[in-house]
């Protein structure tokens, strides 16, 4: 069972990355998929959620308007496709099996699924 994400970098303010999660051993659509990141010396936050029952979305609102959760049934993956990076938005971002109420902050951790993958990395300069 692995959950891996993938697609960080080092990208120009306004440019734009796609991060992928993609699931080996399980199927990814059984679960709600949610992205966090982690800046330095910040606490982790929740940035989107992709629910399995009808795939509706959750979006923090430091990136609502410029990221998009999406999933590929025939691929096992999720992507994030984010633009209008800013240079605020440099941390490490990480793919989770969590409920969508966790990461939005009304549920807490640890009630249903709870699995991480490792982070990437993605760099804004300014």
């Known amino acids: 069972v692995q959950l891996q994400a993938s697609g960080g970098g080092l990208v120009q303010s306004g440019g734009s990355l796609r991060l992928s999660c993609a699931a080996s051993g399980f199927t990814l659509d059984d679960y709600d998929v949610g992205w966090f990141r982690q800046a330095p010396r910040k606490e982790r936050e929740g940035v989107s959620c992709?629910?399995?029952?009808?795939?509706?979305?959750y979006y923090a609102d430091s990136v609502k308007g410029r990221v998009t959760i999406s999933r590929d049934n025939t691929k096992n993956t999720v992507y994030l496709q984010m633009n209008g990076l800013k240079p605020e938005d440099t941390a490490v971002y990480y793919c989770?099996?969590?409920?969508?109420?966790?990461?939005?902050?009304?549920?807490?951790?640890?009630?249903?699924?709870?699995?991480w993958g490792q982070g990437t990395q993605v760099t804004v300069s300014s």
């Open positions: 989770a099996l969590v409920p969508c109420g966790v990461v939005s902050g009304t549920q807490p951790v640890g009630l249903e699924y709870d699995y």
């Open positions: 992709i629910r399995k029952s009808d795939g509706s979305t």
